[in-house]
């Protein structure tokens, strides 16, 4: 199993930066590819932006040309450079890791962005 624990969110006005980090530990070597989502009450997790072990990534329309996401092997951690915030991109983020032995969730955190 992979266990993943985020860090970086956090209050951000409008048009501010934040880095979410994604650090895994466990079955390293197992992960086929890494990804970002995220939840608001009431709605479905969204899936955000993806990174495959090759370092194609994809990302959300809602998401292109703001965010970047990344990886670090050296340092098994993922991270998620959010630009331009908006409002609506208040949510709970969650790490994803896709593995041959199946799909590994962080424990989620917070950004708010305030208008």
């Known amino acids: 199993q992979v266990q993943l624990v985020e860090s970086g969110g956090g209050l951000v006005q409008a048009g501010g930066s934040l880095r979410l980090s994604c650090t895994a530990s466990g079955s390293i070597w197992s992960i086929l590819s890494m990804g970002w989502s995220r939840q608001v009450p009431g709605k479905q997790r969204e899936l955000v932006a993806t990174?495959?072990?090759?370092?194609?990534?994809n990302y959300a329309d809602s998401v292109k040309g703001r965010f970047t996401i990344s990886r670090d092997n050296a340092k098994n951690t993922m991270y998620l450079q959010m630009k331009s915030l908006k409002a609506e991109d208040t949510a709970v983020y969650y790490c994803?890791?896709?593995?041959?032995?199946?799909?590994?969730w962080g424990q989620g955190t917070q950004v708010t962005v305030s208008s």
């Open positions: 994803k890791a896709v593995t041959s032995l199946g799909i590994g």
């Open positions: 990174i495959t072990a090759g370092g194609s990534t």
